[in-house]
């Protein structure tokens, strides 16, 4: 069946190091691929997305691509901010009865 | 301009009570979503209505309820509250066949 899977958290970074959150996904079809943030205390927010093979998503300093071949969508950031300390969710959608499938998020702590 | 709105905010009450949350969406969007978040942030969607219909009814008991007088309101009543059924309860909103969809603040039920 259809899911999406994250790498464990939480992870704990310093301020301006880099950011790898690997993110794998089965599904059948051509999905739409999305991450999401959640900052404490508020809902989920669209951090970027893709909507087909090679697409690059980015958006606030992040970046994801969709490799098709691999069936990821890791997350990258060249330097973390404190104000980046959020749990991030990936997820895709396959277009049936407009369905998101969500992983199971990973709580990113960044130290000054 | 809050694009989706919830309330209440926080609830907090008894066992076995019956409670109801409320979601607006002023995007326009034709469909809307409830989600539970547990309390290590895993994501479960509950139900989709596109159009007041329908579409997505995952494994929820049946003392959930969803109603949706139109295409921007989607309520949520819960009867006979269970200590189990604390969470955050998360509203969104989407455009059919586009998978972006839009987030609440969330409830925050607590049940004692």
């Known amino acids: 069946g259809n899911s999406v899977t994250q790498m464990e958290g ?3 970074l310093s301020e301006e190091a880099f ?4 993110c794998t996904y089965t599904a059948t079809g051509y999905p739409s691929l999305f991450w999401y943030v959640q900052y404490p205390g508020e809902g989920l927010q669209l ?3 893709a909507t087909k093979a090679d697409d690059k998503g980015s958006n606030k300093g992040f970046e994801a691509t969709y490799r098709k071949e691999t069936t990821s969508f890791h997350l990258e950031k060249g330097s973390v901010q ?5 749990v991030y969710f990936c997820a ?19 130290r000054p | 301009d809050t694009a989706v709105s919830q309330t209440p905010k926080y609830l907090v009450t008894q066992m076995g009570n019956d409670k109801s949350i409320k979601c607006e969406q002023n995007l326009g969007h034709d469909t809307m979503y409830w989600y539970k978040q547990d309390s290590k942030k895993f994501l479960k969607i509950m139900f989709s209505y596109n159009n007041k219909e329908l579409i997505i009814n995952e494994t929820v008991p049946n003392r959930f309820s969803p109603k949706s007088p139109d295409k921007a309101h989607l309520n949520l009543h819960i009867n ?4 189990g059924d604390s969470a955050v309860y998360f509203c969104a909103s989407s455009l059919a066949g586009v998978g972006e ?3 609440g603040p969330g409830t925050r039920l607590t049940v004692t």
């Open chain 1, 82 to 86: 404190v104000s980046d300390s959020a």
């Open chain 1, 19 to 22: 950011l790898t959150i690997n």
């Open chain 1, 47 to 49: 951090l970027l997305k």
């Open chain 2, 101 to 103: 969809q839009y987030f």
């Open chain 2, 80 to 83: 006979s509250l269970e200590l």
């Open chain 1, 92 to 110: 895709f959608d396959t277009g049936a009865n407009s369905k998101l499938t969500f992983g199971k998020g990973i709580t990113l702590s960044v």
């Open chain 1, 10 to 12: 939480p992870v704990t």
